[in-house]
């Protein structure tokens, strides 16, 4: 607040040198020089006027094309004002106006296509100067409007065509300074249009040269604007791309890893099993039998995780697939507990289903009954011995439908939950939890979920228990889920 009171309340002389102040800085950042308004860096000035040819130059046969048709309708101010040396201005008019127009074919010779400035340059002081040329000729009265010429020769150069500042300023000013002199040699001039020439001239120049100068400094600054911009885009779209590498990377090597170590698995699990029951058939149940049942029990778990492993990989990759049903909700509840009775038993703990209001769901039976499998394993995990599992549910005021499963836990604190859907995140640190696992289940479930237009919600005080709210939303059965693509 205090700097733009400071602003307000400024004097002319400290809002001019603030402008200064500021424009010498934003020069010094873009590598302009002040004095010649071009760039210090040579390689970079090359380049900005190769993307002059490249880009403007037809433009700018377009603005010479009107510039020549613009002198040749002094014609008609020719014909209707002077009374001197008629025939040798209209010549000169045409003579003029020819020579230009002849330079224009040069600029679409390649080789002279980098000096389309410099053509330029000629013409506009070839139009300068026959302007003045033909006031010379002129009786003193008829003079006044042809310096209006002058003025529209060097404002629409200045504003319009891409002329370095020191050609520009060196013609501005070295076609003043003759027109200045035959106003003050020729004595058929009188005193009130010298001043008034000196005033009128002076003027045109000084305007045509802050314009150019002005023009040139914006037309780079711009430039290095569209550069810088399409360097960051290239720069995004490169990273973009190594980004998009490294996470296909990574889906490669998680499929490959875990359908490498499955074959294994399958191979352990199925001797383990062969010689487990050779051993029951032999009548020996010592340790043999319980070193093969932890092994037998620790392949599964292990097979368990990689093909969960894999089911995220299809699920990031976009390859799931789903078959969308009418489902009553009884019968997705009962077949994820049937799936999780081992569980449930092992810890002796009771699941109450009297909450549980039944409707049909539009859903994909088996992912859906997957990802609720994850929920209540989750649950299972965080529960202690003989405690109970709510699993309850009904239909909202607005036709949605919300199934809700609440555990006896230790619950979640709010940056655990934020953290619950990351895939590979524990909830407890790494180095101390006492869970194991992926943490792809909660990833999984909601991704499952939000597929089928569900949503899933976790709520947790952070010391009794944690709350599991999956929302469906009411849809028509015609309606296709979120993903639905094909099964890799």
Same mark, same amino acid.
């Given at each position: 607040?205090?700097k733009n009171h400071a602003r307000l309340?400024?004097?002319?002389?400290?809002?001019?040198?603030?402008?200064?102040?500021?424009?010498?800085?934003?020069?010094?950042?873009?590598?302009?020089?002040?004095?010649?308004?071009?760039?210090?860096?040579?390689?970079?000035?090359?380049?900005?006027?190769?993307?002059?040819?490249?880009?403007?130059?037809?433009?700018?046969?377009?603005?010479?094309?009107?510039?020549?048709?613009?002198?040749?309708?002094?014609?008609?101010?020719?014909?209707?004002?002077?009374?001197?040396?008629?025939?040798?201005?209209?010549?000169?008019?045409?003579?003029?106006?020819?020579?230009?127009?002849?330079?224009?074919?040069?600029?679409?010779?390649?080789?002279?296509?980098?000096?389309?400035?410099?053509?330029?340059?000629?013409?506009?002081? %070839?139009?300068?100067? =026959?302007? @003045?040329?033909?006031? #010379? /000729? +002129?009786?003193?009265?008829?003079?006044? &409007?042809?310096?209006?010429?002058?003025?529209?020769?060097?404002?629409?150069?200045?504003?319009?065509?891409?002329?370095?500042?020191?050609?520009?300023?060196?013609?501005?000013?070295?076609?003043?300074?003759?027109?200045?002199?035959?106003?003050?040699?020729?004595?058929?001039?009188?005193?009130?249009?010298?001043?008034?020439?000196?005033?009128?001239?002076?003027?045109?120049a000084l305007v045509a040269v802050v314009?150019?100068?002005?023009?040139?400094?914006?037309?780079?600054?711009?430039?290095?604007?569209?550069?810088?911009?399409?360097?960051?885009?290239?720069?995004?779209?490169?990273?973009?791309?190594?980004?998009? %590498?490294?996470?296909? =990377?990574? @889906?490669?090597?998680? #499929? /490959? +890893?875990?359908?490498?170590?499955?074959? &294994?698995?399958?191979?352990?699990?199925?001797?383990?099993?062969?010689?487990?029951?050779?051993?029951?058939?032999?009548?020996?149940?010592?340790?043999?039998?319980?070193?093969?049942?932890?092994?037998?029990?620790?392949?599964?778990?292990?097979?368990?995780?990689?093909?969960?492993?894999?089911?995220?990989?299809?699920?990031?990759?976009?390859?799931?697939?789903?078959?969308?049903?009418?489902?009553?909700?009884?019968?997705?509840?009962?077949?994820?507990?049937?799936?999780?009775?081992?569980?449930?038993?092992?810890?002796?703990?009771?699941?109450?289903?009297?909450?549980?209001?039944?409707?049909?769901?539009?859903?994909?039976?088996?992912?859906?009954?997957?990802?609720?499998?994850?929920?209540?394993?989750?649950?299972?995990?965080?529960?202690?011995?003989?405690?109970?599992?709510?699993?309850?549910?009904?239909?909202?005021?607005?036709?949605?439908?919300?199934?809700?499963?609440?555990?006896?836990?230790?619950?979640?604190?709010?940056?655990?939950?934020?953290?619950?859907?990351?895939?590979?995140?524990?909830?407890?640190?790494?180095?101390?939890?006492?869970?194991?696992?992926?943490?792809?289940?909660?990833?999984?479930?909601?991704?499952?979920?939000?597929?089928?237009?569900?949503?899933?919600?976790?709520?947790?005080?952070?010391?009794?228990?944690?709350?599991?709210?999956?929302?469906?939303?009411?849809?028509?059965?015609?309606?296709?889920?979120?993903?639905?693509?094909?099964?890799?």
């Amino acid at each position: 607040m205090m700097k733009n009171h400071a602003r307000l309340d400024a004097t002319p002389e400290e809002r001019v040198r603030g402008f200064l102040r500021r424009f010498r800085a934003s020069l010094k950042r873009d590598g302009i020089s002040a004095g010649t308004a071009e760039f210090k860096d040579r390689k970079v000035e090359t380049a900005y006027r190769r993307f002059l040819v490249n880009n403007q130059l037809k433009t700018e046969r377009l603005y010479w094309w009107a510039t020549i048709i613009a002198f040749l309708l002094y014609l008609i101010l020719d014909l209707t004002t002077i009374t001197r040396s008629l025939t040798e201005i209209i010549a000169l008019r045409i003579v003029v106006a020819t020579f230009c127009a002849s330079m224009i074919p040069l600029s679409y010779v390649e080789r002279f296509k980098p000096y389309f400035s410099y053509l330029t340059v000629g013409g506009m002081l %070839a139009f300068a100067l =026959s302007i @003045i040329a033909m006031i #010379s /000729m +002129m009786q003193s009265d008829d003079a006044p &409007p042809y310096i209006i010429g002058v003025l529209v020769t060097f404002i629409a150069s200045s504003c319009l065509m891409r002329i370095p500042f020191r050609l520009a300023a060196s013609v501005y000013i070295g076609a003043s300074i003759v027109y200045l002199l035959v106003l003050n040699l020729d004595s058929d001039f009188h005193r009130s249009d010298i001043i008034a020439g000196h005033f009128f001239m002076i003027s045109i120049a000084l305007v045509a040269v802050v314009t150019n100068y002005a023009q040139e400094i914006r037309s780079r600054q711009i430039w290095l604007r569209d550069e810088q911009r399409q360097r960051d885009a290239e720069m995004i779209e490169k990273l973009l791309i190594e980004a998009t %590498a490294a996470d296909q =990377s990574k @889906i490669n090597f998680l #499929s /490959m +890893m875990s359908h490498e170590l499955r074959t &294994p698995l399958h191979q352990i699990i199925g001797y383990t099993e062969v010689v487990a029951n050779s051993c029951k058939a032999a009548n020996d149940m010592d340790d043999n039998v319980r070193h093969l049942n932890e092994i037998h029990g620790s392949a599964h778990v292990l097979l368990s995780r990689i093909q969960k492993m894999l089911r995220f990989v299809d699920a990031t990759a976009g390859k799931m697939k789903y078959e969308m049903v009418d489902t009553p909700v009884s019968e997705l509840v009962d077949v994820a507990l049937e799936r999780m009775r081992a569980g449930l038993e092992k810890k002796a703990m009771r699941v109450d289903t009297s909450g549980l209001v039944d409707s049909a769901l539009y859903i994909d039976i088996v992912h859906t009954c997957y990802a609720v499998n994850n929920l209540i394993e989750n649950a299972i995990n965080a529960s202690s011995e003989g405690s109970t599992l709510w699993i309850s549910g009904d239909k909202t005021a607005d036709g949605a439908y919300e199934l809700i499963l609440r555990d006896e836990g230790s619950g979640m604190s709010e940056e655990q939950i934020a953290g619950a859907f990351k895939p590979f995140t524990q909830t407890e640190n790494t180095l101390v939890r006492s869970g194991e696992g992926l943490s792809l289940g909660l990833t999984l479930a909601r991704r499952i979920f939000e597929d089928q237009r569900a949503s899933i919600t976790l709520l947790s005080d952070g010391e009794h228990g944690t709350t599991v709210k999956i929302r469906f939303e009411a849809r028509e059965k015609e309606q296709k889920p979120a993903r639905d693509k094909a099964a890799g």
